[in-house]
């Protein structure tokens, strides 16, 4: 397995997060982004114990390929 960075969030102060990457063996995206902690947007979804949410900046669109055109880093 070997992820492919696609892009960081270009505003992020420390240039660590949100990022984009995509996995090839699986087909799927990962997705770093800020943790959803607040209590009244948790509760209006039903989240599996297997999983966890994330907020994700809509500028960010722009790394998945699918969106852009099909241009990105993916080999």
């Known amino acids: 397995m070997?992820?492919?960075?696609?892009?960081?969030?270009?505003?992020?102060?420390?240039?660590?997060s949100p990022t984009v990457y995509f996995d090839d063996a699986t087909g799927n995206y990962i997705l770093q982004g800020w943790k959803v902690l607040d209590p009244e947007r948790l509760a209006q979804m039903d989240i599996p114990g297997h999983e966890t949410v994330i907020e994700f900046p809509r500028r960010m669109m722009r790394f998945f390929p699918e969106v852009n055109g099909g241009?990105?880093?993916?080999?």
């Open 2 to 16: 070997a992820l492919h960075k696609l892009g960081q969030d270009p505003d992020s102060p420390e240039g660590k």
């Open 71 to 75: 241009s990105s880093s993916i080999a």
